[in-house]
Protein backbone atom coordinates (compact mmCIF):
# COMPACT_ATOMS: atom_id res chain seq x y z
CA UNK A 1 0.00 0.00 0.00
CA UNK A 2 1.37 3.84 -0.20
CA UNK A 3 1.74 5.58 2.16
CA UNK A 4 -0.99 8.08 1.35
CA UNK A 5 -4.57 6.96 0.94
CA UNK A 6 -6.84 9.16 -2.08
CA UNK A 7 -8.18 12.62 -0.37
CA UNK A 8 -11.48 11.59 -1.54
CA UNK A 9 -11.27 8.53 0.70
CA UNK A 10 -10.40 10.69 3.70
CA UNK A 11 -13.79 13.03 2.81
CA UNK A 12 -16.19 10.41 3.20
CA UNK A 13 -18.88 10.07 5.73
CA UNK A 14 -19.31 6.26 5.83
CA UNK A 15 -16.66 3.52 7.24
CA UNK A 16 -13.70 4.78 4.69
CA UNK A 17 -10.30 2.41 3.11
CA UNK A 18 -8.43 4.57 5.07
CA UNK A 19 -10.17 2.77 8.66
CA UNK A 20 -11.16 -0.37 7.53
CA UNK A 21 -7.76 -0.97 6.12
CA UNK A 22 -6.18 0.58 9.37
CA UNK A 23 -8.51 -2.48 10.82
CA UNK A 24 -6.88 -5.16 8.98
CA UNK A 25 -3.49 -4.03 8.78
CA UNK A 26 -3.68 -3.46 12.12
CA UNK A 27 -4.64 -6.71 13.21
CA UNK A 28 -1.59 -7.87 10.92
CA UNK A 29 0.87 -5.45 12.53
CA UNK A 30 -0.25 -6.02 16.09
CA UNK A 31 -0.14 -10.32 15.29
CA UNK A 32 3.32 -9.57 13.87
CA UNK A 33 4.59 -7.28 16.71
CA UNK A 34 3.69 -9.34 19.25
CA UNK A 35 4.79 -13.13 17.90
CA UNK A 36 8.60 -12.78 19.29
CA UNK A 37 7.31 -11.51 22.51
CA UNK A 38 5.20 -14.29 23.32
CA UNK A 39 5.19 -16.77 26.57
CA UNK A 40 7.00 -13.95 28.69
CA UNK A 41 6.28 -12.90 31.90
CA UNK A 42 5.20 -9.01 32.07
CA UNK A 43 8.33 -7.98 34.33
CA UNK A 44 10.89 -9.85 31.35
CA UNK A 45 9.04 -7.70 28.47
CA UNK A 46 11.45 -5.12 27.00
CA UNK A 47 10.74 -1.10 27.68
CA UNK A 48 8.03 -0.32 26.20
CA UNK A 49 9.97 1.75 23.99
CA UNK A 50 12.28 -0.80 22.75
CA UNK A 51 9.14 -3.08 21.87
CA UNK A 52 9.65 -2.95 17.95
CA UNK A 53 8.94 -5.91 15.34
CA UNK A 54 12.69 -7.07 15.94
CA UNK A 55 13.17 -7.38 20.23
CA UNK A 56 16.67 -5.88 21.48
CA UNK A 57 19.45 -8.43 20.75
CA UNK A 58 19.57 -9.58 24.12
CA UNK A 59 15.70 -10.57 24.43
CA UNK A 60 15.02 -14.04 24.37
CA UNK A 61 12.47 -14.09 21.55
CA UNK A 62 9.92 -16.82 21.03
CA UNK A 63 9.54 -18.16 17.66
CA UNK A 64 13.49 -17.58 16.82
CA UNK A 65 12.90 -19.30 13.42
CA UNK A 66 10.17 -17.19 12.06
CA UNK A 67 11.17 -14.28 10.38
CA UNK A 68 10.25 -10.57 11.62
CA UNK A 69 7.02 -9.02 10.36
CA UNK A 70 5.12 -12.37 10.09
CA UNK A 71 1.85 -13.24 11.34
CA UNK A 72 0.66 -16.39 13.23
CA UNK A 73 -2.04 -18.44 13.59
CA UNK A 74 -4.07 -14.93 14.26
CA UNK A 75 -3.63 -13.57 11.52
CA UNK A 76 -3.90 -16.53 8.97
CA UNK A 77 -7.36 -17.50 10.29
CA UNK A 78 -8.91 -13.81 10.21
CA UNK A 79 -7.31 -13.99 6.52
CA UNK A 80 -8.95 -17.39 6.13
CA UNK A 81 -12.77 -16.11 7.44
CA UNK A 82 -12.06 -12.49 5.09
CA UNK A 83 -11.79 -15.00 2.19
CA UNK A 84 -14.50 -16.75 2.94
CA UNK A 85 -17.11 -14.00 3.47
CA UNK A 86 -15.89 -12.16 0.24
CA UNK A 87 -16.23 -15.26 -1.74
CA UNK A 88 -19.39 -16.72 -0.55
CA UNK A 89 -21.12 -13.09 0.04
CA UNK A 90 -22.52 -14.36 3.22
CA UNK A 91 -21.30 -16.18 6.22
CA UNK A 92 -20.69 -19.90 5.29
CA UNK A 93 -19.62 -22.05 8.25
CA UNK A 94 -18.64 -24.88 5.91
CA UNK A 95 -16.86 -22.95 3.39
CA UNK A 96 -14.78 -21.20 6.15
CA UNK A 97 -14.59 -24.62 8.30
CA UNK A 98 -12.89 -25.66 4.61
CA UNK A 99 -10.34 -22.85 5.00
CA UNK A 100 -9.79 -23.14 8.75
CA UNK A 101 -8.48 -26.82 7.53
CA UNK A 102 -6.19 -25.83 4.43
CA UNK A 103 -4.98 -23.22 6.70
CA UNK A 104 -3.96 -26.57 8.97
CA UNK A 105 -2.73 -28.56 6.23
CA UNK A 106 -1.85 -26.64 3.71
CA UNK A 107 -0.51 -23.62 5.28
CA UNK A 108 -3.58 -21.60 3.22
CA UNK A 109 -3.05 -17.83 4.47
CA UNK A 110 -0.02 -18.61 6.08
CA UNK A 111 3.19 -16.94 5.41
CA UNK A 112 6.01 -19.30 4.09
CA UNK A 113 2.92 -21.87 4.09
CA UNK A 114 4.14 -22.39 7.83
CA UNK A 115 1.76 -23.22 10.41
CA UNK A 116 3.05 -22.37 13.77
CA UNK A 117 1.27 -21.29 17.29
CA UNK A 118 -2.17 -23.19 17.04
CA UNK A 119 -3.88 -23.25 20.42
CA UNK A 120 -5.16 -26.63 21.78
CA UNK A 121 -9.06 -26.01 21.45
CA UNK A 122 -8.22 -25.08 17.83
CA UNK A 123 -6.09 -28.32 17.37
CA UNK A 124 -9.58 -30.46 18.60
CA UNK A 125 -12.04 -28.56 16.33
CA UNK A 126 -10.25 -28.68 13.45
CA UNK A 127 -9.44 -32.30 13.35
CA UNK A 128 -13.08 -32.38 13.65
CA UNK A 129 -13.53 -30.21 10.95
CA UNK A 130 -11.48 -32.58 8.72
CA UNK A 131 -13.16 -35.35 9.59
CA UNK A 132 -16.02 -33.96 7.90
CA UNK A 133 -18.64 -32.76 10.50
CA UNK A 134 -20.41 -29.74 9.79
CA UNK A 135 -18.54 -26.55 11.06
CA UNK A 136 -21.15 -25.53 13.22
CA UNK A 137 -21.17 -28.66 15.49
CA UNK A 138 -16.85 -28.73 15.56
CA UNK A 139 -16.31 -25.98 18.56
CA UNK A 140 -15.32 -27.34 22.22
CA UNK A 141 -18.37 -25.84 24.08
CA UNK A 142 -17.07 -26.67 27.75
CA UNK A 143 -15.86 -24.18 30.00
CA UNK A 144 -12.47 -24.59 29.41
CA UNK A 145 -12.49 -24.18 25.70
CA UNK A 146 -13.00 -20.36 26.53
CA UNK A 147 -9.92 -19.72 24.72
CA UNK A 148 -9.69 -16.48 22.53
CA UNK A 149 -9.03 -18.67 19.32
CA UNK A 150 -12.15 -17.56 18.22
CA UNK A 151 -12.06 -13.87 18.90
CA UNK A 152 -8.77 -13.38 17.74
CA UNK A 153 -9.66 -13.83 14.26
CA UNK A 154 -13.83 -12.24 13.82
CA UNK A 155 -12.31 -8.90 13.07
CA UNK A 156 -12.82 -8.75 9.37
CA UNK A 157 -16.75 -9.69 10.13
CA UNK A 158 -17.46 -6.63 11.45
CA UNK A 159 -15.05 -4.58 8.43
CA UNK A 160 -17.29 -6.23 5.64
CA UNK A 161 -20.16 -6.68 7.43
CA UNK A 162 -23.14 -4.90 6.15
CA UNK A 163 -26.62 -5.97 8.13
CA UNK A 164 -28.13 -4.70 11.88
CA UNK A 165 -26.55 -4.52 14.53
CA UNK A 166 -29.28 -7.59 15.42
CA UNK A 167 -27.36 -9.43 12.38
CA UNK A 168 -23.97 -8.89 12.97
CA UNK A 169 -24.17 -10.13 16.80
CA UNK A 170 -25.94 -13.13 15.19
CA UNK A 171 -23.33 -13.79 12.25
CA UNK A 172 -20.09 -12.89 15.07
CA UNK A 173 -21.89 -15.37 16.96
CA UNK A 174 -21.90 -18.34 14.35
CA UNK A 175 -18.51 -17.40 13.39
CA UNK A 176 -17.25 -18.72 16.53
CA UNK A 177 -19.15 -21.77 16.09
CA UNK A 178 -16.41 -23.69 13.94
CA UNK A 179 -13.86 -23.85 17.12
CA UNK A 180 -15.19 -22.09 20.10
CA UNK A 181 -18.73 -23.54 20.63
CA UNK A 182 -19.70 -21.68 24.42
CA UNK A 183 -21.66 -19.06 24.63
CA UNK A 184 -19.07 -16.76 26.14
CA UNK A 185 -17.11 -16.92 23.43
CA UNK A 186 -19.35 -16.56 21.18
CA UNK A 187 -20.85 -13.36 23.09
CA UNK A 188 -17.28 -11.99 23.77
CA UNK A 189 -17.02 -12.27 19.61
CA UNK A 190 -20.24 -10.48 19.09
CA UNK A 191 -19.54 -7.38 21.66
CA UNK A 192 -16.42 -6.78 20.42
CA UNK A 193 -17.68 -7.29 16.57
CA UNK A 194 -20.07 -4.39 17.89
CA UNK A 195 -17.43 -2.50 19.26
CA UNK A 196 -15.16 -2.20 15.73
CA UNK A 197 -18.49 -1.24 14.38
CA UNK A 198 -18.88 2.01 16.97
CA UNK A 199 -15.40 2.42 16.49
CA UNK A 200 -15.55 2.67 12.51
CA UNK A 201 -18.36 4.85 12.94
CA UNK A 202 -17.00 7.19 15.23
CA UNK A 203 -13.91 6.57 14.91
CA UNK A 204 -12.64 9.30 17.59
CA UNK A 205 -15.45 8.76 20.12
CA UNK A 206 -14.69 7.28 23.66
CA UNK A 207 -17.70 6.42 24.57
CA UNK A 208 -17.16 3.56 21.93
CA UNK A 209 -17.06 0.77 24.24
CA UNK A 210 -20.28 1.47 26.00
CA UNK A 211 -22.22 2.24 22.72
CA UNK A 212 -21.25 -1.36 22.08
CA UNK A 213 -22.35 -2.92 25.54
CA UNK A 214 -25.91 -0.71 25.89
CA UNK A 215 -26.08 -2.47 21.91
CA UNK A 216 -25.78 -5.86 22.97
CA UNK A 217 -27.77 -5.17 26.21
CA UNK A 218 -30.82 -4.13 24.24
CA UNK A 219 -30.57 -7.09 22.10
CA UNK A 220 -30.73 -9.45 24.93
CA UNK A 221 -33.31 -8.62 27.69
CA UNK A 222 -32.74 -9.63 31.84
CA UNK A 223 -33.50 -12.69 32.85
CA UNK A 224 -32.17 -14.40 29.36
CA UNK A 225 -29.35 -17.04 29.18
CA UNK A 226 -27.34 -14.67 26.98
CA UNK A 227 -27.96 -11.80 29.36
CA UNK A 228 -27.01 -13.12 32.28
CA UNK A 229 -23.10 -14.73 30.83
CA UNK A 230 -22.94 -11.14 29.61
CA UNK A 231 -23.49 -9.57 32.91
CA UNK A 232 -21.81 -12.31 35.34
CA UNK A 233 -18.97 -14.09 33.42
CA UNK A 234 -18.15 -10.83 30.62
CA UNK A 235 -18.53 -7.41 32.07
CA UNK A 236 -18.15 -8.08 35.55
CA UNK A 237 -14.78 -9.34 34.73
CA UNK A 238 -12.57 -6.79 37.06
CA UNK A 239 -10.15 -4.51 35.10
CA UNK A 240 -6.85 -4.63 37.11
CA UNK A 241 -7.26 -8.74 36.46
CA UNK A 242 -5.97 -7.83 32.91
CA UNK A 243 -3.48 -10.25 32.28
CA UNK A 244 -2.84 -10.47 28.35
CA UNK A 245 -3.80 -14.75 29.01
CA UNK A 246 -5.55 -16.58 26.15
CA UNK A 247 -8.79 -16.89 28.43
CA UNK A 248 -11.48 -15.10 25.70
CA UNK A 249 -12.95 -12.73 28.67
CA UNK A 250 -9.27 -11.68 29.98
CA UNK A 251 -8.05 -11.10 26.10
CA UNK A 252 -11.28 -8.68 25.99
CA UNK A 253 -10.72 -6.71 28.62
CA UNK A 254 -6.52 -6.37 27.92
CA UNK A 255 -7.93 -4.87 24.32
CA UNK A 256 -9.85 -2.20 26.54
CA UNK A 257 -6.96 -1.66 29.25
CA UNK A 258 -4.40 -1.12 26.18
CA UNK A 259 -6.67 1.09 24.16
CA UNK A 260 -6.97 3.71 27.35
CA UNK A 261 -3.50 4.24 24.92
CA UNK A 262 -4.12 7.54 22.72
CA UNK A 263 -2.30 6.38 19.78
CA UNK A 264 -2.12 2.74 17.77
CA UNK A 265 2.16 2.54 18.77
CA UNK A 266 1.37 3.07 22.24
CA UNK A 267 -2.10 0.69 22.61
CA UNK A 268 -0.45 -2.36 20.71
CA UNK A 269 3.01 -1.29 23.12
CA UNK A 270 0.55 -2.15 26.27
CA UNK A 271 -1.08 -4.75 24.72
CA UNK A 272 2.39 -6.38 24.35
CA UNK A 273 3.72 -5.26 27.60
CA UNK A 274 1.04 -7.63 29.90
CA UNK A 275 3.62 -10.21 28.90
CA UNK A 276 1.91 -13.71 28.11
CA UNK A 277 -0.28 -14.62 24.76
CA UNK A 278 1.18 -11.06 23.67
CA UNK A 279 0.75 -11.62 19.60
CA UNK A 280 -3.17 -12.37 20.20
CA UNK A 281 -3.64 -9.55 22.61
CA UNK A 282 -2.14 -7.40 19.91
CA UNK A 283 -3.22 -8.75 17.42
CA UNK A 284 -7.08 -8.12 19.02
CA UNK A 285 -5.55 -4.56 20.39
CA UNK A 286 -4.37 -4.06 16.75
CA UNK A 287 -7.37 -4.40 14.83
CA UNK A 288 -9.30 -1.85 17.11
CA UNK A 289 -6.51 0.72 17.62
CA UNK A 290 -6.38 0.45 13.07
CA UNK A 291 -9.72 1.17 12.70
CA UNK A 292 -9.56 4.38 15.33
CA UNK A 293 -5.96 5.32 13.93
CA UNK A 294 -6.80 5.10 10.20
CA UNK A 295 -4.01 3.38 8.15
CA UNK A 296 -1.83 6.36 8.25
CA UNK A 297 -1.99 6.27 11.89
CA UNK A 298 0.27 2.57 11.99
CA UNK A 299 3.65 3.60 11.95
CA UNK A 300 4.99 3.37 8.64
CA UNK A 301 8.44 1.51 9.54
CA UNK A 302 5.91 -1.37 10.88
CA UNK A 303 3.55 -0.97 7.79
CA UNK A 304 6.63 -1.78 5.67
CA UNK A 305 8.08 -4.71 8.12
CA UNK A 306 4.82 -6.66 7.91
CA UNK A 307 5.75 -9.59 5.45
CA UNK A 308 2.48 -10.72 3.16
CA UNK A 309 1.49 -8.10 1.17
CA UNK A 310 0.59 -10.20 -1.73
CA UNK A 311 -1.22 -12.44 0.62
CA UNK A 312 -3.76 -10.39 1.74
CA UNK A 313 -3.69 -7.17 -1.04
CA UNK A 314 -6.64 -9.06 -3.31
CA UNK A 315 -8.80 -9.66 -0.46
CA UNK A 316 -8.29 -5.55 0.98
CA UNK A 317 -9.24 -4.61 -2.20
CA UNK A 318 -12.35 -6.59 -2.92
CA UNK A 319 -13.11 -6.01 1.34
CA UNK A 320 -12.91 -2.27 -0.31
CA UNK A 321 -15.63 -2.90 -3.40
CA UNK A 322 -17.90 -4.59 -1.03
CA UNK A 323 -18.39 -1.71 1.55
CA UNK A 324 -18.47 0.71 -1.30
CA UNK A 325 -15.13 2.45 -0.38
CA UNK A 326 -12.71 3.41 -2.40
CA UNK A 327 -9.54 1.04 -2.84
CA UNK A 328 -6.31 1.12 -1.56
CA UNK A 329 -3.51 1.34 -4.19
CA UNK A 330 -0.50 -1.16 -4.34
CA UNK A 331 2.59 -0.13 -2.23
CA UNK A 332 5.96 -0.36 -4.37
Not at 139 to 163: F, I, K, V
Amino acid sequence: MNQNLPKSVETESRPTAEHIAGGLIGLLVGDALGVPYEFTEPENIPPLHQIEMEPPASFPRAHRDTPRGTWSDDGAQALCLLASLLTCGRLDLDDFGRRLVNWRHQGYRALDGRVFDIGITSQHAIRRLHAGLPAAQCGGADEQDNGNGALMRTLPLALWHQGSDAELIEDARRASLPTHAHLRSQLCCALYCLWARTLLLRQHGDETWNVAVTTMRAQYPAGTPERTELEDQILSFPMEQCSGRGYVVDSLHSARLALQQPDYEGAVRAAIALGHDTDTTACIVGGLAGIRAGFKGIPARWRRALRGQEVFQADLEALFNSTRAQPCPRSK
